[in-house]
């Protein structure tokens, strides 16, 4: 475990809670994509699968059962909290991201370091958590504004794998068998969605504020 | 200790 890991999961355990703030104190999911919650909860899943099989450490275990609760409590909140759901963008939220379940599955069958039932679905999670943010930020871009809630949420998983890349680099001139390229691969993908989506955000709140000045 | 298992990253 070094600094680096060690913040990127901080800073992605925070990101969960501003969320779950954000639910549970306005009652509200105004902005947010449930595509996106769900893809998140089937990525923690499929990755966790080792739960109870692989004991690494208790952090490790711990960690794993706050995301998957978390991530299946903001689901929850958003199709069955009575005074949630009505505020959820249904027919904002329209990306069909059942395609891009079926994209990363099927390239996890053919891309994984090992062919076993555990180590597909941890491919099948690793490449599904890169386009997971996808209809959030369709989301964003069609409902115009981004509030700050969401858009500290955005920023909080932007930096939780900006870390983790560093980890990596940190990992790879510490220790000598250290190989993990699907996970790096697929993670300067997200990565750079989250780039792109900074870009986006960023200059739309220029163009605001310049508009807002004029 | 962190047994190195496959994955010991989240």
Same mark, same amino acid.
């Given at each position: 475990?070094? %600094? ?13 809670? =501003?969320? #779950? ?29 080792? #739960? ?12 794993? =059962? ?101 980890? &990596? ?11 993990? &390229? ?6 300067? %993908? ?25 | ?10």
């Amino acid at each position: 475990m070094n %600094i680096f890991r060690f913040a990127g999961d901080m800073t992605h355990l925070i990101s969960i809670l =501003i969320l #779950l703030l954000k639910i549970y104190a306005t009652k509200s999911c105004a902005g947010i994509s449930l595509k996106t919650q769900e893809l998140y909860a089937l990525v923690f899943l499929t990755r966790y699968l080792d #739960l109870f099989t692989d004991y690494v450490s208790l952090y490790n275990s711990v960690m794993k =059962i706050v995301f998957i609760a978390s991530s299946l409590a903001i689901v929850w909140c958003m199709r069955r909290h009575p005074l949630v759901r009505r505020s959820y963008d249904k027919d904002l939220d329209t990306f069909r991201h059942q395609y891009v379940v079926l994209a990363c599955f099927v390239l996890a069958l053919v891309l994984h370091e090992r062919f076993t039932f555990q180590e597909v679905f941890w491919a099948f999670s690793i490449y599904l958590e890169a386009v997971a943010i996808l209809p959030q930020l369709v989301l964003l871009q069609r409902s115009g504004n981004v509030d700050n809630l969401t858009g500290q949420y955005v920023l909080f998983l932007g930096a939780y794998r900006g870390l983790y890349i560093i980890n &990596w680099i940190y990992r790879y001139f510490t220790e000598d068998h250290f190989a993990r &390229w699907i996970a790096c691969v697929s993670g300067l %993908i997200q990565t750079a969605l989250y780039a792109d989506f900074f870009y986006y955000y960023y200059l739309s709140r220029i163009k605001q504020d310049t508009i807002m000045r004029l | 200790s962190e047994k190195d298992a496959a994955h010991d990253e989240l």
